[in-house]
């Protein structure tokens, strides 16, 4: 059930929306589940009309699929998009990287440091939620310290696609524990100093993923 009051001023099909995008990016609404519009009703507690008009919507950003007389399902991850999407990512984040040793200030470094400790810790526990939620601001931060704000809205384009990935690989739990020392590495750079060398390990960082779904089969 949506919370009303809190949203209030917003309109209702907006709400709607918002909240089954988030579900499907999430993989809470995993890829393949149809999307039935009287339950979606139900459950949310609205009518009808803002599902229909929140599916169509998703639709045209590829995160639902209409089948004529079928229905709606979300979208099935392309692991093609995937590959694609990394390979973006590894050249716009090592760059980012590159420029965050040069820019980012002495609080940033530590607020990083603390996050990266925080990401270890959550993979300690086993704790997916929390994997997820400092793996992504690691980057953020990284990401925001470039202070080029071209580069910082070409990579937020890729973050919310980059969300829905992250619950799919996560479930190779290995990777999580590799990436501790990788995130370690690309902190050291950036602390340092050296531009270069951040720039390589964020790259390397991301590029290990796309190569490990490229030649993991249980990804196809």
Not at 12 to 21: D, F, K, M, N, T
Request: charged share 35%.
């Amino acid at each position: 059930m949506l919370n009303f009051d809190i949203q209030s001023h917003r309109p209702l099909r907006e709400i709607v929306y918002e909240e089954l995008r988030t579900l499907i990016l999430t993989g809470k609404i995993k890829p393949g589940t149809r999307m039935m519009e009287i339950e979606l009703a139900e459950d949310m507690g609205v009518s009808r009309t803002p599902i229909r008009e929140a599916i169509r919507k998703l639709e045209k950003e590829g995160l639902v699929v209409i089948e004529p007389r079928k229905g709606a399902y979300a979208s099935e991850v392309s692991i093609k998009d995937m590959e694609d999407i990394l390979e973006v990512r590894a050249n716009l984040e090592g760059l980012a990287a590159y420029l965050a040793a040069e820019r980012m200030s002495e609080e940033e470094k530590k607020e990083l440091r603390e996050t990266g400790e925080r990401f270890r810790q959550a993979v300690a526990d086993g704790d997916m939620a929390e994997m997820i939620s400092n793996d992504t601001k690691f980057h953020h931060m990284i990401v925001e310290s470039c202070r080029n704000n071209h580069l910082i809205h070409m990579v937020e384009q890729l973050q919310e696609l980059v969300l829905r990935f992250r619950y799919i690989y996560y479930k190779d739990f290995k990777r999580a524990e590799e990436m501790i020392p990788e995130h370690k590495r690309i902190l050291e750079e950036i602390v340092s100093g050296n531009g270069a060398n951040a720039r390589f390990e964020a790259f390397n960082h991301i590029d290990k993923l796309k190569d490990m779904i490229m030649h993991d089969e249980s990804f196809r």
